[in-house]
């Protein structure tokens, strides 16, 4: 329970209530994709899959040319609906795996940036997945079905809407007030969430988005004003910056004293299920495991995410991967939950070697080459991105650093990958360098709770 504050719509204010002391104990939670784009649930390989409808869009692009080739050119994304039917889809079951996972809290996507949302929205009449599609409150469902079993249930909300006819029309305000607002007070009145995540933010300005005003209602007068989680997706420029945790995406690289997540799909680069995307490139139990440990370590929270597939089940290799990190949660678990980000001196209590990696900032491609010692340096191929290219200098004995460099070859951008057996690191100075090392990273971990500083 917060002390009692009365928040003013002001960034100021607004980001002096503390984040409730549960979500950082946690620590393990889960994003939900399902929605239309499940149907096709195509994209080109490393691709967001769930952006289907935006790809399509595009003229000539891989996603369009595959649509056109297997639906035909007058098949449109709505005459997906009818067969979304979700005829497999059993809440009760999701919520057994999810526990059985070692996952604590929950954020189902209640409404992409396609508009189609999964409760009964009034603003949403004929679009919406209980008037059609499955025909049923996915997010009614869950939340019970997830409470049931005392996790934590919250709801992922795109506050921008791709094609709605009042966002794009002369009075994009009107959208704000008349469908995106009403949408988010529906949310909180109908299913009590325990975190509101927020997307779609970059498009328009928190000022356009109402953002303050609505947070200070949600902190002063909702019914979850006491315990809600909110992320800092409010409108450009907010995040890292304004909101409650901090976010970050597919990047494991952010060490920060403000309470942050790191969120990751399964999929090496795509949140929604893409059927297009190989078993072999799906992130490994070992990896996902590190993830978790370091997200940990460095004072985050990991949000998985799951793609589930059109009959509404959770996809096989999904939910292996669940149910792997769970075993190793239930011998390991209280290294995990409950604990502090910690520095041992001398004695490291729970460590593991990771990469610390600096992205390329540049985007620019080219033929740079590392610095290169003969008697250290290894060349270890050409990968299409830096996480291949780290799994690479993972597998290769002896490899503390990596650096993913610029090269084209084949049908798309492949960048060398070298690896280094000393210490030497680049952090990124040049265009197209994405560089890692390895970094030694502890947890401590007592009975009960012991806060400690850095």
């Known amino acids: ?84 039917k979700g005829e497999l889809f059993d809440p009760d079951e999701w919520a057994d795996i999810f526990f059985r996972a070692g996952l604590k809290y929950f954020v189902p996507l209640s409404k992409h940036h396609d508009g189609y949302t999964l409760w009964p929205s009034k603003t949403a009449w004929n679009w919406n997945s209980k008037d059609t599609g499955p025909h049923q409150d996915i997010i009614g469902e869950l939340t019970v079905a997830l ?32 469908v995106m607002t009403p949408q988010l007070m529906e949310l909180v009145h109908n299913y009590e969430p325990d975190i509101l995540w927020t997307d779609g933010d970059w498009d328009q300005t928190a000022e356009f988005w109402n953002s303050t005003y609505f947070l200070a209602w949600l902190y002063n007068n909702s019914p979850v004003k006491d315990n809600i989680v909110v992320n800092d997706r409010w409108g450009k420029g907010t995040r890292g910056v304004h909101g409650g945790f901090y976010t970050e995406e597919y990047s494991s690289h952010t060490v920060s004293n403000h309470k942050w997540e790191e969120n990751s799909g399964i999929d090496i680069h795509s949140y929604g299920l893409n059927r297009n995307t190989p078993a072999d490139k799906y992130l490994t139990t070992d990896y996902l495991i590190n993830l978790l440990v370091r997200s940990v370590a460095y004072g985050g929270n990991l949000c998985l995410n799951v793609g589930i597939s059109v009959d509404g089940k959770v996809p096989n290799i999904q939910v292996e991967r669940l149910l792997a990190i769970g075993t190793w949660l239930n011998v390991t678990g209280e290294a995990i939950y409950n604990t502090t980000k910690y520095k041992v001196p001398e004695e490291l209590i729970f460590t593991s070697n990771n990469f610390i990696v600096v992205p390329n900032a540049n985007n620019v491609f080219g033929a ?19 996480k291949e290219c780290m799994q690479s200098c993972e597998a290769f004995t002896g490899c503390q650093t990596f650096t993913w460099v610029g090269g084209e070859a084949g049908d798309g951008y492949q960048m060398e990958c070298f690896g280094r057996t000393d210490n030497v690191w680049q952090p990124q100075t040049e265009a197209n360098h994405t560089s890692g090392h390895k970094q030694s990273i502890s947890v401590r971990y007592t009975a009960s709770k012991n806060r400690s500083s850095d």
């Open 1 to 84: 329970m917060l002390a009692v504050c009365q928040y003013t719509p002001d960034w100021d204010s607004l980001d002096k209530r503390p984040i409730p002391e549960w979500f950082d104990d946690v620590k393990f939670g889960l994003m939900i994709l399902y929605g239309i784009y499940s149907v096709p649930a195509w994209a080109p390989v490393g691709s967001y899959e769930e952006w289907y409808w935006h790809s399509l869009n595009q003229k000539g692009s891989p996603t369009q040319v595959w649509h056109n080739a297997t639906y035909g050119p007058d098949f449109k994304y709505e005459d997906f609906v009818p067969m979304l």
């Open 368 to 386: 740079v080459q590392p610095k290169q010692n003969a008697s250290t340096i290894k060349y270890l191929g050409t990968f299409k991105s830096y």
């Open 147 to 178: 409470r049931k079993r005392g996790l934590h249930a919250g709801v992922y909300f795109s506050l921008y809407d791709w094609y709605h006819p009042l966002y794009v029309g002369p009075t994009p305000e009107r959208y704000v007030s008349e």
